[in-house]
Every structure is written in structure tokens, then in C-alpha cells.
């Protein structure tokens, strides 16, 4: 049984950084896309970061670039996401996701498979 367990969430002071940590297990997806989204309340989950099967392509929502960082380690089968320079606008409960067959970055919600339980990140003014 597949299962991605979120981690590294809470509250933050706008400008502070925070790093969220999944981990997965029941199955290794080194050869799949892994990704983050975030749904803040009231309104629809939206794509965040991708991170393609080796690591190297990586694609982020244009409201947190050059802000947010994503990474794998295909090894630990864990993908991560640094999140610097943080707004009272990313707050929101972030989720983890992973394709069950695509290698290449995607932002469609729809090409995820497996979904992890969310961590709250909050940013207060």
C-alpha cells in the first residue's frame, strides 16, 4: 500500500523559510514524477512545483518562483520542498503527489495517482 507522509509544516513570520519533507513508501518511484500542491481554504488545490524521475527538470507555479525550491532523493525516496521569502499568501495546506507512470514534470492535477495528507503552513503578517 502506497503512502506519502508529509512533515515540516507551521507557523512562520512573512520573509521566513520553512522546509517540507515527504516521504514515501509501499513502492519506490524513482522513475516518476513527484510534485507539490497547496489548497488554501475555500478555495481549489493548485499546482505549486514538479520535479521530473532524475531530478534535473524542474517547473514551479509563477507565484512562488525563484522563492520555493523542490528536490528528490530517489534513494531515500523523499521529495522536499524549501520555501524562502514566505508571503501570508502561502498559507495553506501543502500536499505531496507522485505519478504512477509519468517520468517528465507535469502541473496537471490530474496526472498525480497518489496523494499524501497535507501539512498547514501558516504565515502570519
Known amino acids: 500500500q502506497v503512502q506519502l507522509v508529509e512533515s515540516g509544516g507551521g507557523l512562520v513570520q512573512a520573509g521566513g523559510s520553512l522546509r517540507l519533507s515527504c516521504a514515501a513508501s509501499g513502492r519506490t518511484f524513482s522513475s516518476n514524477t513527484m510534485g507539490w500542491f497547496r489548497q488554501a481554504p475555500g478555495k481549489e488545490r493548485e499546482f505549486v512545483s514538479s520535479?521530473?524521475?532524475?531530478?534535473?527538470?524542474?517547473v514551479y507555479a509563477d507565484s512562488v518562483k525563484g522563492r520555493f525550491t523542490i528536490s528528490r532523493d530517489n534513494a531515500k525516496n523523499t521529495v522536499d520542498l524549501q520555501m524562502n521569502s514566505l508571503k501570508p499568501e502561502d498559507t495553506a495546506t501543502y500536499y505531496c503527489?507522485?505519478?504512477?507512470?509519468?517520468?517528465?514534470?507535469?502541473?496537471?492535477?490530474?496526472?498525480?495517482?497518489?496523494w499524501g495528507q497535507g501539512t498547514q503552513v501558516t504565515v502570519s503578517s
Open positions: 520535479i521530473n524521475w532524475s531530478g534535473r527538470n524542474t
Open positions: 503527489a507522485v505519478t504512477r507512470r509519468l517520468s517528465i514534470v507535469t502541473s496537471t492535477l490530474g496526472d498525480y495517482n497518489y
